[in-house]
């Protein structure tokens, strides 16, 4: 009897033993097949620069771009953690910060606020190839407080304009907000089905032999999720974003004015503007997708004033390409092109408007 039981216990060992090892490899396949399947996000990024960039810089702001850690805060959702990564140095508020030398106390009588998002808090470039430093240049009687962080809509700038109008009790002569696009961008670029991700997180909760096997049934039968395609093609949705970006373009106004500053709004240049040049980055871009953000832009626009809401989706139009990749992010001549834009604007509405 004993013997018998030595002999089962040793039997169901060494199977279990086969079926660990088997669920080992499985798990190492499982897990190659995840690398593989993963884009090469940096290789990508180097490959479609401008051919007038320095690809190895940028190779390595990439590197630093991916080190950057975040936190959760209310209304805001994402914010950077403080400390130095490379290019950037981040203060306690998730502000990126700028080089001192640009500050010019004897002559900056007025104050400047800029708000935006990953495009004028200068993502992927020199502190002093971003956006707030090139204006800082070009307006030397303001000193420039550039808020802008990365992910933010419309709605995210105003919540971070009133939590550092709360802490610090500061009041700005002029807030300019470098934003638009952006809001419509992000909602309509949420295509993940979550009936495809709860399938994708069933691989891992499953033992891998388990996995595998159902990978090889989904591969056999093509067993697919069914593709909703984008609800943004639908006039409703583009309708509704629209809608949401002049409220939220009122809301900052009515802000501006409970702080008693001057509020300015420009929509800034993107890809998928009609004519600027995108030739490097064309294999990128989804004709789909331009057709879409078009007709939502041009809703946008209609609302435009351009007293103060400055449209400058046209400022990158011409044979220069001013953007390192498909997110928009500028070059440094973008940078120094939009700034001087900016800045020609701010000028004519002082002699004008503003007296």
């Known amino acids: 009897m004993m013997k018998k039981i030595k002999y089962t216990f040793a039997i169901f060992t060494i199977l279990l033993s086969i079926f660990l090892i088997f669920d080992g490899f499985f798990d190492h396949v499982l897990y190659a097949r995840y690398k593989n399947d993963l884009p090469d996000y940096e290789g990508k990024f180097v490959n479609y620069l401008p051919d007038s960039v320095d690809k190895k810089f940028y190779k390595s702001a990439y590197q630093d771009s991916l ?22 140095k981040v203060d306690k508020y998730g502000h990126r910060i700028f080089p001192e030398e640009t500050i010019q106390p004897e002559v900056q009588r007025k104050s400047l606020l800029l708000l935006g998002s990953s495009q004028t808090f200068g993502y992927h470039l ?4 971003t956006l707030s430093v090139k204006m800082q240049g070009l307006l030397p009687d303001y000193k420039i407080d550039n808020y802008s962080m990365l992910g933010v809509n419309l709605e995210g700038n105003l919540v971070d304009w009133q939590k550092m109008a709360e802490i610090e009790k500061k009041h700005y002569d002029l807030v300019i907000v470098v934003n638009g696009f952006f809001d419509h961008y992000v909602e309509c670029t949420k295509n993940m089905d979550f009936k495809y991700l709860e399938k994708m997180m069933d691989k891992y909760r499953l033992p891998a032999f388990v996995s595998i096997l159902q990978s090889v049934k989904d591969k056999v039968f093509k067993e697919s999720v069914v593709n909703r395609g984008v609800l943004c093609e639908q006039p409703e949705y583009q309708n509704i974003a629209a809608r949401r970006v002049h409220n939220r ?22 890809v998928w503007s009609d004519n600027a040049n995108v030739e490097n980055l064309k294999p990128l871009l989804s004709e789909r997708n331009r057709a879409i953000y078009s007709i939502i832009n041009t809703k946008v626009h209609s609302k435009v004033d351009d007293k103060t809401i400055i449209d400058l989706t046209t400022a990158f139009d011409g044979d220069t390409q001013y953007f390192l990749d498909g997110s928009s992010h500028f070059t440094p001549e973008g940078s120094a092109l939009l700034a001087k834009e900016i800045a020609e604007q701010i000028k004519a509405r002082e002699q004008d408007t503003f007296n």
């Open 126 to 129: 020199n502190a002093e190839d």
């Open 249 to 270: 373009w009122n809301q900052l106004f009515a802000f501006g004015q409970e702080q008693g500053s001057k509020t300015l709004i420009f929509i800034p240049p993107s």
């Open 67 to 88: 080190k950057l850690t975040f936190y959760n805060t209310p209304f805001l959702d994402r914010v950077i953690e403080p400390g130095d990564y490379g290019i950037y």
